[in-house]
T-cell receptor, first 115, second 112 residues
């Protein structure tokens, strides 16, 4: 069974640009979450989707947005990039029940560098 | 809000040494507790979990017990191997919160 797939693996952008990251969950998983990982702030929750509905959102500015498609694939978008957005963005999926007691399966992440 | 505090690293050990990483939490409800591990260049993997007080999670020789009275979930392993070198994250989740709150992570290096 294929794991969580995130594309692209690496991305370099300049300030002011926008970026879209993609996540394909494990087949059958309907919950997808996104996390930002930085050396200074650690792992911070961005948002979670289940059946195309956002159920929770972290404390990030409105420049960070996401969506989930009917096939459970998810994208997150960051507009007007800032230097501080440089981070590893991790996607995770979980089983159909979608409760957080379920085991989260993480992808390898997209490393975003903003110059 | 919910938060997790874990032992600062880095931790460097010799093979077969005893490992303990302290983790304490603050939560308004009755959270589930987790330890995740991140190997170099990889995403996080669930190592073990406990969903209620006094539960013990265990996997690959690692153990952690959910202690409600001390709000703790310390990770232990009796004899570490070089392959245990990784970053370890303590995390919690409240039911229907749909998110994990992570500690800062502890880098463990095991030397042969």
């Amino acid at each position: 069974k294929a794991g969580v797939t995130q594309t692209p693996r690496y991305l370099i952008k300049t300030r002011g640009q926008q970026v879209t990251l993609s996540c394909s969950p494990i087949s059958g998983h309907r919950s997808v979450s996104w996390y930002q990982q930085t050396p200074g702030q650690g792992l911070q929750f961005l948002f979670e989707y289940f059946s195309e509905t956002q159920r929770n959102k972290g404390n990030f500015p409105g420049r960070f947005s996401g969506r989930q498609f009917s096939n459970s694939r998810s994208e997150m978008n960051v507009s007007t990039l800032e230097l501080g957005d440089s981070a590893l963005y991790l996607c995770a999926s979980s089983l159909p029940q979608g409760t957080t007691n379920e085991k989260l399966f993480f992808g390898s992440g997209t490393q975003l560098s903003v110059l | 809000g919910d938060s997790v505090t874990q032992m600062e690293g880095p931790v460097t050990l010799s093979e077969e040494a005893f490992l303990t990483i302290n983790c304490t939490y603050t939560a308004t409800g009755y959270p589930s507790l987790f330890w995740y591990v991140q190997y170099p260049g990889e995403g996080l993997q669930l190592l073990l979990k406990a969903t209620k007080a006094d539960d013990k999670g265990s996997n690959k020789g690692f153990e952690a017990t959910y202690r409600k009275e001390t709000t703790s979930f310390h990770l232990e392993k009796g004899s570490v191997q070089v392959s245990d070198s990784a970053v370890y994250f303590c995390a919690l989740s409240d039911i229907n919160d749909y998110k994990l709150s992570f500690g800062a992570g502890t880098t463990v290096t095991v030397r042969a």
